[in-house]
């Protein structure tokens, strides 16, 4: 199984000033994709805590590392600083992302009546100096490049904060490269709802039915219905598509439902989604 880290930096999502949405997003992209997430690591834009944090996802070594946030020209945007610093490599100015942050810049004066003349300021010529060695990345949706760099066997993403930015080089870069990267496995979910019986109730029921259906995880959701007992059954698997992962899903759903009847409880199947 493909292993991923995800990396967020910034002191805003640590202060509570901004919700994290790109972790849930990429999280979920990845996992679709049938790759593990193994980690998500929120941290401060301190070019030491940066590197820190790489080093150790790196001595781990995933195949993937995605970090978000502090790609942009101000002082605070420290992200590659640090993944040069984890890296050993000097800082570059690299003359393929100057050209991305150049081009990127008309284009936006162009669409703002503004003269498209750019003059290349030490701001724009920060979002274009990445480690040595490393690739920028188009960005599609916005001025700062991607950075991707390869290290020991894992290649390390950095992209930028903004979500529809990140979002945009996640699709048009990483996904085909995770997809890849995953070969045959694919990621498939049900959930099965169960009313009329409590979580404890329910915990060796779940455990059963995971011994019995290898493979398959189980998590309970309890919901809050008419102050009665209202449980969403999150049932996941990633396996080989070779081995029909929807019908061994199935069993397991087939199989919980009778025990959760067995136990007096109401078994509900809706709302399955098969990736």
């Known amino acids: 199984m493909v292993d991923l880290e995800i990396i967020c930096v910034g002191n805003e999502l640590l202060i509570g000033k901004v919700l994290n949405t ?15 997430v193994k980690r998500v690591t929120v ?45 050993d490599r000097k800082l570059e100015v690299n003359q393929n992302a100057l050209e991305m942050v150049k081009e990127k810049s008309e284009q936006y004066a162009r669409k703002r009546g503004l003269p ?13 100096t990445i480690p040595a060695g490393a690739e920028p990345v188009n960005n599609p949706d916005g001025t700062a490049p991607g950075v991707m760099v390869n290290h020991q066997g894992t290649v390390l993403f950095a992209l930028p904060g903004v979500p529809s930015e990140m979002e945009a080089i996640f699709c048009e870069t990483i996904a085909p490269m995770l997809r890849l990267a995953s070969g045959n496995l694919v990621f498939c979910e049900k959930s099965l ?10 915990a060796p029921l779940i455990d059963k039915t995971m011994i019995n259906n290898k493979g398959v995880y189980i998590k309970s959701h ?35 439902s009778e025990l959760i009847r067995e136990s007096g409880g109401k078994p509900i199947l809706e709302n399955s989604a098969v990736k």
């Open 22 to 36: 790109n972790s849930h997003w990429l999280a979920k992209q990845a996992t679709i994709l049938a790759v593990n």
């Open 43 to 87: 941290i401060q834009d301190t070019v030491d805590e940066i590197a820190q944090t790489v080093c150790e996802a790196l001595e781990r070594k995933p195949q993937f590392i995605i970090t978000t946030g502090g790609l942009g020209p101000t002082f605070d945007d420290k992200t590659l600083e640090g993944i040069a610093k984890a890296l």
């Open 116 to 128: 498209a003349k750019i003059e290349l300021t030490k701001p724009r010529v920060k979002m274009a």
């Open 193 to 202: 709802f169960a009313d009329d019986i409590a979580e404890s109730t329910l």
């Open 222 to 256: 309890p919901m809050a219905k008419e102050n009665r007992p209202h449980i969403e059954l999150h049932l996941t698997i990633t396996v080989n598509k070779e081995d029909n992962p929807d019908d061994m899903l199935n069993r397991a759903v087939v199989e919980l």
